[in-house]
């Protein structure tokens, strides 16, 4: 008998094959931070080595980071990252937020190709000059 995959399951192992991590995967699928907002106190946006482009979207408080969107057009590895970017900023000061390093996305991901690691930098990069920008308005 022959079990066919959802296409969430098929692109699941797919992923997995590839290298990475479950949190990753999660991440990529659910997309969860994935979008903007009108009222956005900063946005930001760059473009990759590899062409992609990222932009960010902040909530800021009170020099705290309550919530953050991105949109992408771009790789697996770069959505997960700025998703993982997104859970490790919110909540955190506007200073707090800019020690968040590639190491860190890394560890929440838990493992993604070694070709992708480009990708955690773009999104963390992104986040990082969207909050230098709202530090030097503000
Ligand atoms: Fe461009 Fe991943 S290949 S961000």
Known sequence: ?????????AERKMLLDAGYGAPAINYYLEKKYMGCFEDADQVFKKIGSCGDIMKVYLKVDNNTIN??????????????????????????????????????????????????HHCIQLAVKTMHEGILEYKNLH
């Open 67 to 116: 919530d953050a969107r991105y949109e992408i057009t771009g790789c697996a590895g770069a959505i997960a990252a700025a998703m993982a970017a997104v859970d490790l900023v919110k909540g955190k000061t506007v200073d707090e937020a800019l020690k968040i390093n590639d190491g860190d996305v890394f560890k929440v991901l838990k493992n993604i190709p070694e070709k992708k």
């Open 1 to 9: 008998m022959v079990t066919e995959l959802t296409t969430f399951d």
